[in-house]
C-alpha cells in the first residue's frame, strides 16, 4: 500500500505543533451537543498561519456528485468538497467522512459542511487529495438527513433496526460519492484510501469491507455509531465491527482517551471483537492536551501522524 508522494516526517511545523480546526465531526448518536473546537487564527480553509502570514497549501473544489435517488420526484445529489495538491497530475485519494451530530436533536446542525483543516492539510502535504463527501441531507447535499432517527425525529435513536438502517443509508451515500470520485481523472484509483471520524470512522470500516477491491486502507477516527450508553448501543457497534472485518486489507483504529461518545476501554473492545472476526488492525490511543475533548482526535495530527505515516508506508 505505499504510495509514491509522502515527504519526509514533520517536515512543516505545523505537524509538529498541536493543531485544532475549524469544523469537527461529532460521535454516535448517543446523547450531548455537536462540539466544535476555535480556529487559532483567521486564514482560509486552504491556508495555515506561518510566520506572520496565511499560506495556501491547497485548492479547494466545491462539486456535486450525482445520484440515483430521488425524493418527492426531485433528484438528489452530494456536496462533495475536495482538497487537492496545488499541481496538476493524478494523485492519491483520501475520502475522509463526517460524523453525526451529537444526539441529533438540533437541526441547525445537519446544514453544516463538514471538512477538516488538520486533517485535510496533513494529507494534502503529502500528495493527496483528499475528498469530503456530504451524505444525504447534511452540508448542502440534497436528499433527507435520515440516518437513524425516533419517531418523532427529535433526536437519534437508540434502538438497533433504526440505527442499522440509518447506517445502510450512509453506507449508499458514501458507494455513490466513491464511484463518482473513481471518475475523476485527478484521481489515483490505485491509491485510493478511505477514513472518517466517529460515525464516519466506522462507516468507513465497513465500507473498506464492502468494497475490499478498491481501498488500499482505511483509517478509522474514534470510530463508532452509536454512543455509551444509548440503548443498543453495543449491539449495534458490534454489528457494524464485526461486519468490518471481512475486509481482508489493512486498517488502523486512532482513538482519544476522555472521549465523551466512547470510553477508551469501550473503545478496545470493539477492536477486539473486530480481530476475533477475524479483522487486521492496530489499535493506537492517544491523550490529548488537558481540557480538550478525545473525540476530536482527528484534529491532532502531531498526535497521530507518525502512526498514520508508518501505516501508509506499509508495504
Not at 485510493?192 to 464516519?200: A, F, I, K, M, P
Not at 473525540?295 to 507518525?306: Q, S
Request: hydrophobic residues 40%; proline residues 5%.
Amino acid at each position: 500500500m505505499r504510495h509514491t508522494m509522502k515527504p519526509s516526517r514533520c517536515r512543516w511545523p505545523w505537524v509538529c505543533a498541536i493543531a485544532v480546526v475549524l469544523a469537527s465531526g461529532c460521535g454516535g448518536g448517543g446523547g450531548g451537543s455537536e462540539l466544535t473546537e476555535p480556529p487559532v487564527q483567521s486564514c482560509n480553509s486552504t491556508s495555515v498561519f506561518e510566520n506572520g502570514a496565511c499560506r495556501t497549501f491547497a485548492l479547494r473544489i466545491d462539486a456535486r456528485a450525482p445520484t440515483p435517488f430521488t425524493e418527492s420526484g426531485t433528484a438528489v445529489s452530494l456536496e462533495v468538497v475536495l482538497f487537492k495538491p496545488l499541481a496538476d497530475g493524478r494523485f492519491p485519494t483520501l475520502v475522509f467522512n463526517h460524523g453525526s451530530t451529537g444526539d441529533g436533536s438540533d437541526p441547525a446542525q445537519f446544514d453544516i459542511t463538514y471538512t477538516n483543516k488538520a486533517v485535510a492539510q496533513f494529507f494534502v502535504e503529502r500528495g493527496f487529495i483528499v475528498a469530503f463527501p456530504q451524505r444525504r441531507g447534511r452540508g448542502q447535499s440534497g436528499g433527507t438527513y435520515d440516518e437513524g432517527f425516533n419517531a418523532e425525529r427529535s433526536a437519534y435513536s437508540c434502538e438497533a433496526a433504526s440505527a442499522l438502517a440509518g447506517a445502510e443509508r450512509a453506507l449508499a451515500d458514501l458507494d455513490v460519492a466513491v464511484n463518482w470520485l473513481r471518475d475523476r481523472a485527478d484521481v489515483d484509483t490505485t491509491q485510493l484510501y478511505v477514513g472518517g471520524t466517529s460515525r464516519g470512522g466506522i462507516l468507513s470500516l465497513v465500507h473498506a469491507a464492502n468494497r475490499p477491491d478498491i481501498y488500499s486502507g482505511a483509517m478509522n477516527f474514534v470510530g463508532g455509531w452509536l454512543g455509551e450508553p444509548c440503548g443498543d448501543y453495543d449491539e449495534v457497534n458490534k454489528n457494524l465491527f464485526t461486519r468490518a472485518a471481512a475486509n481482508p486489507g489493512p486498517t488502523i483504529w486512532l482513538y482519544g482517551r476522555n472521549d465523551s461518545f466512547y470510553s477508551i476501554e469501550y473503545s478496545r473492545s470493539n477492536h477486539e471483537a473486530f480481530a476475533g472476526a477475524g479483522g487486521s488492525g492496530a489499535f493506537h490511543e492517544f491523550t490529548r492536551a488537558a481540557g480538550l475533548d478525545g473525540h476530536f482526535v482527528a484534529n491532532d495530527p502531531a498526535l497521530w501522524g507518525a502512526a498514520v505515516d508508518d501505516f501508509l508506508e506499509a508495504p
